[in-house]
């Protein structure tokens, strides 16, 4: 795994670098904004970017938003040591996958940052061990921290707490096709009519996620456990602003969203569409 690192502070850079590599994973560093844009153009591709938002110069926030309009699928963590909420919503709305408050266990970091790689490489996420709202018994835990499963395109109607998928599910499926939109599993692409949506790791996620429970009330706790794992510490916000970037992309009037319906006081919802 490549990891960009933009952090001003050497003492904190030094610490960061050491668990990361102690994890196998590869560090390039920069002490400014400037220098980390210009070694996402020259050394990339970059896995996920480790991004401080207090810098001398261009702010991190400023780096995640170019570094996002220019690699999409590349993973985003802000690395911040203000507790403001707005500075939090900020950063995930021009386009960050997660944040990491300072200070934070060396522990916490790279369970974070191997959760954002999973969700780009891999299965969804699952906690394995919920139950579906009003009866069911749990299914097995995981004791994997983000163990992927594989859930099946279903067609069908429900209310999910904190979720699970169908019991005797087929094998699964390759596309999930709701009109306008297909989903590619394999290639991790969504289409609309004949134009492709461009989605960040965890937008491709949430959408898989919502499009093969099509037509079920998916509460904002299962969402936040099986996009972001199970022993995810963030707010809840965090779903509630990737679903809004999201309708930013998919919807003609996301003020009044056709597709992604808000179950109020409960979570989200992709709206059944007709069948052909």
């Not at 170019?66 to 040591?81: E, F, K, V």
């Not at 139950?131 to 018994?137: A, F, I, L, P």
């Not at 599910?169 to 394999?186: G, Q, W």
């Not at 009330?217 to 809004?244: A, F, M, P, Q, T």
Request: aromatic share 8%.
């Amino acid at each position: 795994m490549r990891i960009l690192l933009l952090e001003d502070e050497e003492s904190i850079r030094g610490f960061v670098r050491i668990n990361l590599k102690r994890n196998e994973m590869e560090v390039t560093e920069a002490e400014t904004g400037e220098a980390a844009l210009e070694l996402a153009g020259t050394e990339g591709p970059f896995d996920i970017a480790l991004l401080d938002v207090m810098l001398p110069t261009i702010s991190g926030f400023e780096v995640c938003e170019q570094l996002r309009a220019n690699y999409p699928r590349m993973g985003i963590i802000m690395l911040t040591a203000k507790s403001q909420e707005e500075d939090k919503i900020h950063g995930l709305e021009l386009g960050a996958d997660d944040y990491v408050q300072k200070p934070f266990s060396p522990g916490e970091l790279i369970a974070r940052i191997k959760s954002l790689y999973r969700r780009m490489s891999s299965e969804p996420v699952g906690s394995i061990d919920s139950t579906v709202q009003g009866g069911g018994d749990k299914a097995g835990e995981s004791e994997d921290l983000l163990k992927a499963v594989q859930v099946s395109n279903q067609s069908f109607s429900g209310s999910y707490d904190l979720g699970q998928a169908p019991a005797a599910a087929a094998a699964p499926a390759l596309e999930v096709r709701i009109p306008p939109f297909v989903l590619s599993i394999p290639e991790r692409k969504l289409w609309k009519e004949d134009r492709e949506i461009i989605l960040t790791p965890t937008e491709w996620t949430l959408v898989r996620l919502l499009m093969e429970r099509e037509g079920a009330s998916v509460s904002r706790d299962h969402i936040l456990s099986e996009v972001w794992g199970r022993y995810y510490v963030g707010d809840l916000k965090v779903v509630d602003v990737n679903i809004r970037r999201i309708r930013q992309k998919i919807e003609s009037n996301p003020s009044e969203p056709s597709f992604i319906e808000t179950v109020w006081g409960f979570g989200y919802r992709w709206k059944r569409g007709a069948r052909p």
